[in-house]
């Protein structure tokens, strides 16, 4: 889903890049964003970095949420 969203975010010029690959990336999972322990104790960790027109840097963004029941 956060693919897709900055995607046309992307298509819609919002974002710095020639193409999506330049433009942001999206990091989920074991090993990427989370540890074995993460994934036992229920969170979620996305990592996504966007090159937004200003500042023409690339921002970080980190959402983390705790599975329900977990």
């Given at each position: ?28 999972g074991l090993g990427e964003t989370m540890t074995a ?34």
């Open positions: 889903m956060i693919v897709n969203f900055l995607t046309n975010v992307w298509s819609q010029g919002a974002l710095v890049g020639q193409s999506p690959v330049e433009a942001f990336s999206v990091a989920m322990n993460d994934i036992l104790d229920g969170y979620m960790r996305i990592t996504v970095k966007v090159a937004i027109i200003r500042p023409a840097e690339f921002i970080v963004i980190t959402f983390q949420q705790q599975m329900q029941g977990a």
